[in-house]
């Protein structure tokens, strides 16, 4: 699918959907509770279809409504899958379910798209093999396959990606034994808060120091049902937020949690520092701009889903911008950085690579362009928002991808009064 976009302005109110990282790792925990747990307002996407499909190969019977998914739990009482786990594109659900699936005492394999075959492995597999468990896979990459049962004891993991480290958080209660998993380079420390925030709501009895480095975990121990409510997706509000700042609109994000440990909430302070206006009120959270967007230095450690959009920003402000200290983005769905950096200099940004980032000389006037995707979500909705401050027509290629985490993006921007025309 093709998105035609042309300048256009955002005003009004709109509903984010729900948190992709909350969604799957909520699915994860169900299917391994000893009853029945009920996910509310879950993320329906491609992602979350894909811990869905997981879960229910290992044994889990998940009955998927559009407000409520209904799951009855294997108490981590596994049935071994008839078939390879096909993960689609989803990242953070091959990372936890490979781990859930080293506790069983049969062969699992993984597999999943183009863009999956790429994402490394070679970390989390290692710090399972020191656990118990056997592996083999295609250079620390999918396709793979993993056999059980870990059991605990001590083992390492480097925090290249933060879902290395929640896969080996979910797991190791369940093992026998106590573990103590040491971790080195850990990057996005909120989204192992995130994971640490449900083991804290499941009781899990885990140590950890202050700096997340080291994490001593009891053998042993249950997950049990619950009845939750996802909050709303701060990666996902970053969107409307930086339509908001490119198009000179005003929004109301309606269900944002700011007590909630999602580290994208950041990403609204970052852009009052580069003059938007964000105001709370209640559960309705406004954005807009009264002067020119200026520049800033930003540090993208807990926040690389981010890149692509604030680079975007930065291309409409005034001055130098520099996203920097997230190495990470370049093992994503795509590599991001350069991906960010190739795509808006065809619009005529001024626009370079770091190792870890990028720095963009805004204030140029963007002309439209036929840009790539790459078939990230995350890239075709920040092309699309640049294409919306652009003169011309920006044309969006594989902007389908979309639907990884928001599938009714170019609806809902639509009403927002986007010039967004898909075929």
Same mark, same amino acid.
Request: aromatic share 6%.
């Given at each position: 699918?093709?998105?035609?976009?042309?300048?256009?302005?955002?005003?009004?109110?709109?509903?984010?959907?729900?948190?992709?990282?909350?969604?799957?790792?909520?699915?994860?925990?169900?299917?391994?509770?000893?009853?029945?747990?009920?996910?509310?307002?879950?993320?329906?996407?491609?992602?979350?279809?894909?811990?869905?499909?997981?879960?229910?190969?290992?044994?889990?019977?998940?009955?998927?409504?559009?407000?409520?998914?209904?799951?009855?739990?294997?108490?981590?009482?596994?049935?071994?899958?008839s078939e390879i786990m096909d993960m689609g594109n989803s990242g953070t659900s091959l990372r936890i379910f490979s781990a859930l699936a080293a506790l069983g005492d049969f062969e699992v394999s993984f597999d999943g798209d183009s863009s999956l075959r790429t994402r490394l492995m070679g970390p989390l597999l290692s710090a399972l093999e020191k656990l118990g468990a056997k592996t083999s896979s295609r250079e620390g990459k999918c396709p793979l396959?993993?056999?059980?049962?870990?059991?605990?004891?001590? +083992?390492?993991?480097?925090?290249?990606?933060?879902?290395?480290?929640?896969?080996?958080?979910?797991?190791?209660?369940?093992?026998?034994?106590?573990?103590?998993?040491?971790?080195?380079?850990?990057?996005?420390?909120?989204?192992?808060?995130? +994971?640490?925030?449900?083991?804290?709501?499941?009781?899990?009895?885990?140590?950890?120091?202050?700096?997340?480095?080291?994490?001593?975990?009891?053998?042993?121990?249950?997950?049990?049902?619950?009845?939750?409510?996802?909050?709303?997706?701060?990666?996902?509000?970053?969107?409307?937020?930086?339509?908001?700042?490119?198009?000179?609109?005003?929004?109301?994000?309606?269900?944002?949690?700011?007590?909630?440990?999602?580290?994208?909430?950041?990403?609204?302070?970052?852009?009052?520092?580069?003059?938007?206006?964000?105001?709370?009120?209640?559960?309705?959270?406004?954005?807009?701009?009264?002067?020119?967007?200026?520049?800033?230095?930003?540090?993208?450690?807990?926040?690389?889903?981010?890149?692509?959009?604030?680079?975007?920003?930065?291309?409409?402000?005034?001055?130098?911008?520099?996203?920097?200290?997230?190495?990470?983005?370049?093992?994503?769905?795509?590599?991001?950085?350069?991906?960010?950096?190739?795509?808006?200099?065809?619009?005529?940004?001024?626009?370079?690579?770091?190792?870890?980032?990028?720095?963009?000389?805004?204030?140029?006037?963007?002309?439209?362009?036929?840009?790539?995707?790459?078939?990230?979500?995350?890239?075709?909705?920040?092309?699309?928002?640049?294409?919306?401050?652009?003169?011309?027509? +920006?044309?969006?290629?594989?902007?389908?991808?979309?639907?990884? +985490?928001?599938?009714?993006?170019?609806?809902?921007?639509?009403?927002?009064?986007?010039?967004?025309?898909?075929?």
């Open positions: 699918m093709k998105a035609f976009i042309k300048k256009s302005v955002v005003n009004g109110v709109i509903e984010v959907p729900g948190s992709k990282s909350h969604t799957i790792r909520a699915v994860a925990v169900a299917s391994v509770a000893d009853g029945i747990s009920f996910i509310r307002s879950p993320l329906i996407s491609e992602d979350a279809i894909s811990s869905i499909g997981a879960a229910r190969r290992l044994g889990a019977v998940i009955d998927m409504k559009k407000d409520v998914w209904t799951v009855q739990g294997t108490g981590a009482r596994f049935k071994k899958p396959s993993l056999k059980g049962p870990i059991k605990g004891g001590k +083992t390492e993991v480097e925090g290249k990606t933060s879902q290395f480290v929640t896969a080996l958080l979910f797991a190791c209660p369940l093992c026998p034994a106590d573990t103590e998993i040491k971790v080195f380079n850990l990057n996005e420390k909120p989204y192992v808060e995130i +994971t640490l925030d449900w083991l804290d709501k499941q009781n899990i009895a885990y140590e950890m120091s202050s700096d997340m480095l080291c994490f001593k975990i009891k053998g042993g121990q249950k997950y049990k049902p619950f009845d939750l409510t996802i909050p709303a997706d701060f990666s996902t509000a970053t969107f409307p937020l930086v339509a908001a700042a490119v198009t000179g609109g005003a929004v109301d994000i309606r269900n944002l949690d700011f007590n909630d440990r999602q580290g994208d909430k950041a990403v609204f302070s970052f852009m009052e520092k580069m003059g938007m206006t964000v105001k709370h009120e209640g559960k309705l959270t406004s954005v807009s701009r009264s002067g020119a967007l200026k520049g800033a230095g930003l540090d993208l450690n807990d926040t690389p889903d981010a890149l692509p959009a604030l680079a975007v920003a930065a291309a409409y402000a005034e001055g130098r911008t520099v996203l920097g200290n997230a190495p990470q983005a370049r093992i994503k769905e795509t590599d991001r950085i350069a991906c960010m950096c190739s795509e808006l200099k065809k619009m005529g940004a001024d626009i370079e690579e770091l190792p870890d980032g990028l720095v963009i000389n805004g204030g140029r006037p963007l002309h439209g362009a036929e840009v790539e995707s790459y078939g990230d979500h995350r890239i075709a909705m920040a092309l699309s928002i640049a294409g919306m401050g652009a003169s011309g027509e +920006t044309i969006v290629n594989e902007a389908q991808s979309a639907s990884v +985490t928001y599938p009714d993006f170019y609806e809902d921007f639509k009403k927002l009064g986007a010039d967004f025309v898909t075929a």
